[in-house]
């Protein structure tokens, strides 16, 4: 009988080592991002609201748009009823498209030379480029600006659209990321006879969609939000991009908060809207690029 009872008994498992240690990980890490998202929330929604806020309220100060409760679009109708927010809008779309695109291609090409082709000096290359992250790019500017007039490319997109696409950080992602990739997948195409030009494309291309879907992504905010540039090589209203546009509604409005505030946001949709359709693509990318470099 003592034998019974005992077979009977349920069995006590010990508890998992580091189980609790992992609970307080999980909660310390929600309520940091829970924190971030405050942080980050805060200021857009005070913008928000400054935007659908009458002009003369919002030149008053922060109280006083917290306390208008009568929201307004006339902020929204004057900018898109100007009819200058869409050529904007066109002249970003054009600029950053075509250097999403030319710095995919050219920065995989280079990536996969580093990464799959053997050639005297290939690590010295690689220094180089990386050397590249460390010089700022207001330092070349100015001379940027005298090489696109020589070429008589100044108020062109050109002269916005080539300096931005020798982009470092996209040929760093993309060799990490080719570097993961397992030669054997190669070797087998060569087998096949597939040269370098087709198991570029049709082999190393199609397994990096995720970290193409990053780098595009990266690259199109970074030229879209960039004013610098296209503020020193285009001077025709008519080709401005959409940050120096806003630059001259600033100056040109004054005091008016809630019509900046409005060309702001009207600014940023595309990008919420982009990065809410590649959410899952950046992160994918990011994070394969880091395990396997």
């Known amino acids: 009988m003592k034998g019974a009872i005992s077979a009977a008994a349920p069995v006590q498992r010990p508890a ?36 659908l806020s009458d002009n003369g309220t919002a030149a008053l100060g922060a109280a006083e748009i917290l306390q208008d409760w009568s ?22 779309a054009i600029t950053s498209i075509l250097t999403t695109v030319l710095t995919l291609l050219l920065a995989s090409m280079c990536a996969f030379a580093l990464s799959r082709l053997v050639f005297r000096g290939r690590n010295a290359v690689m220094l180089l480029i990386l050397l590249g992250i460390m010089i700022p790019g207001q330092v070349l500017v100015v001379p940027t600006f005298q090489m696109l007039g020589w070429m ?11 300096p931005q696409v020798p982009a470092v950080i996209a040929v760093f992602i993309f060799k990490q990321f080719f570097d993961g990739i397992p030669r ?9 006879g597939a040269g370098l030009w ?14 193409i879907a990053a780098v595009a992504v990266l690259t199109f905010v970074g030229v879209w939000n ?14 401005m991009t959409i940050p120096v546009g806003l630059a001259t509604v ?15 946001i009207l600014a940023a949709l595309p990008l919420v809207a982009l990065y809410l359709v590649f959410q899952r693509q950046i992160v994918e990318g990011v994070t394969g690029t880091g395990l396997k470099g």
């Open 184 to 192: 054997e997948l190669e070797e087998a195409a060569r087998i096949d």
């Open 16 to 51: 998992r080592p580091g189980s609790s240690s992992g609970s307080t990980f999980r909660i310390v890490s929600a309520i940091v991002l829970a924190v971030f998202a405050v942080l980050w929330l805060v200021p857009s929604l005070f913008a928000l609201k400054t935007s």
């Open 226 to 239: 960039n004013l610098m540039l296209p503020l020193f090589v285009i001077s025709n209203p008519d080709l």
């Open 71 to 92: 929201p307004t679009f006339y902020s929204y109708a004057t900018l898109l009823g100007a009819g200058d927010i869409w050529n904007w809008y066109l002249a970003s």
């Open 152 to 162: 008589n490319l100044l108020n062109t997109y050109w002269a916005v659209i080539f």
């Open 198 to 211: 087709k198991i570029y494309w049709r082999v190393i291309m199609p397994l990096s969609r995720p970290v």
């Open 250 to 264: 600033q100056g040109s409005f004054g005091q008016r908060y809630a019509d900046i505030q409005a060309g702001a």
